[in-house]
């Protein structure tokens, strides 16, 4: 177990919906990553907070946002959804240098 | 073409087999991660290195800077084994990852 938990685990969502999903990083770990995994790929970078602000981001529109916490724990916000936004969404904690990261079990999200 | 290439993109193999998965990248990097995804979907970190070799029970993985290239050997597999491996390179910063396509391994027993 890697100390890096993310909620919900399954969610169901219906296109043009708002969804939420949570991220508790491992003790310590001031960097957290999002990915998303469509089935049958390798993960995607979104973007990537570090004490609490937005340090890099992947090839995905505005409707994708996070947020960064004092206590470091993160969200990843999806607007507007879309049925290509049916994934797997991962979080990854780390410390900011050429570390070790730290995966969650991921949230499967599914939008009918 | 992908900045980062496994081979095979699938592996099926009878228990006690060794195993090798190959990793190709394209550009510069400071370390390379392997990873196993099962089933579920949870990723676990396997290795991180940036030079050399690394042995972790019956998991081996090298890595040849100058070539690009790495490879994760399972030695005496396992059913247990069976997931789907990645190898991933930082880019952009040290946990910005790009990853492989993965490598499906199936151990029959």
């Known amino acids: 177990e890697t100390g890096v938990t993310q909620s919900p685990t399954h969610l169901i969502k219906t296109r043009g919906q708002q969804v939420t999903l949570r991220c508790s990083s491992q003790?310590?770990?001031?960097?957290v990553s999002w990915y998303q995994q469509a089935l049958g790929q390798g993960p995607q970078f979104i973007f990537q907070y570090y004490r609490e602000e937005e340090n890099g981001r992947g090839n995905f529109p505005p409707r994708f946002s996070g947020l960064q916490f004092p206590n470091y724990s993160s969200e990843l916000n999806v607007n507007a959804l879309e049925l290509d936004d049916s994934a797997l969404y991962l979080c990854a904690s780390s410390l900011p240098r050429d570390t070790e990261a730290f995966f969650g079990q991921g949230t499967r999200l599914t939008v009918v | 073409k992908n900045e980062v290439e496994q081979s095979p993109q699938n592996l099926t193999a009878q228990e006690g087999e060794f195993i090798t998965i190959n990793c190709s990248y394209s550009v510069g990097i400071s370390a390379l991660h392997w990873l196993q995804q099962h089933p579920g979907g949870g990723i676990v970190s396997l290795f991180m290195l940036s030079s050399g070799k690394k042995k972790h029970g019956r998991l081996i993985a090298t890595i040849n800077i100058q070539e690009k290239h790495s490879s994760l050997h399972i030695t005496a597999s396992h059913p247990r084994d069976s997931a789907v491996y990645i190898c991933?390179?930082?880019?952009?910063?040290?946990?910005?990852?790009?990853f492989g396509q993965g490598t499906r391994l199936t151990i029959n027993p």
């Open positions: 991933a390179v930082p880019r952009g910063g040290a946990q910005k990852l790009v």
């Open positions: 003790s310590g770990h001031n960097t």
